[in-house]
């Protein structure tokens, strides 16, 4: 007897250990946070509890080399997963945005529209930070799957949770669903997120 698994959802973990960089971008994002003033008057229209420069920041490698550097290193994390999936595509950097939580945030469910490959780069996380919840995207047609027993592997489970550490960088395909769990921590958590077309 075999029993055969189809159709994965490859989540790809790489480090970037280079802690002057991560000092660097922890630095870039809080000055961002402090300075961006459009991008704190759409945190705040969207009740959004810390900055993100998601939707008033559209240039940062040319902004601070630091992303530039960042960018590059990203593309080739980007192609090497893209090898892995066999995909007859070379992805290329289509956004870049930073991410600063404040103790008590959350980010609900969401998929990232638009391009293929997405991902996060964590620059600081604090003891108690949230984690990040990826769902099954087969959700929606388990109506009437039954409950799975506690501590399954994880291609079992209908969600994951990772808690990522500084310099962790996840990457997945783009329809993958994902939440930030609640910070429960005392610092603001840093990342820097990006999609890939
Ligand atoms: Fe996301």
Known sequence: MTTR?????????????????????????????????????????????????????????????????????LTKQARAFAKELAWDHKPKLDSIWVNLMHPGAHHAAHIHPHSVLSGTLYVDVPDGAGTIRFEDPRLPMMMAAPLREGDVSEHLRTHVDIAPERGTLLLWESFLRHEVRPHHGEEDRLSVSFNFA
């Open 5 to 73: 698994l189809l159709f994965a959802s490859p989540l790809y973990q790489q480090r970037l250990d280079d802690s002057d960089m991560l000092d660097e971008l922890a630095r870039s994002i809080r000055y961002l946070a402090e300075a961006d003033g459009a991008g704190q008057q759409w945190c705040e229209e969207k009740d959004y509890y810390g900055y993100t420069s998601y939707a008033s920041l559209d240039d940062l490698p040319q902004r601070d080399p630091v992303f530039a550097d960042l960018a590059k290193w």
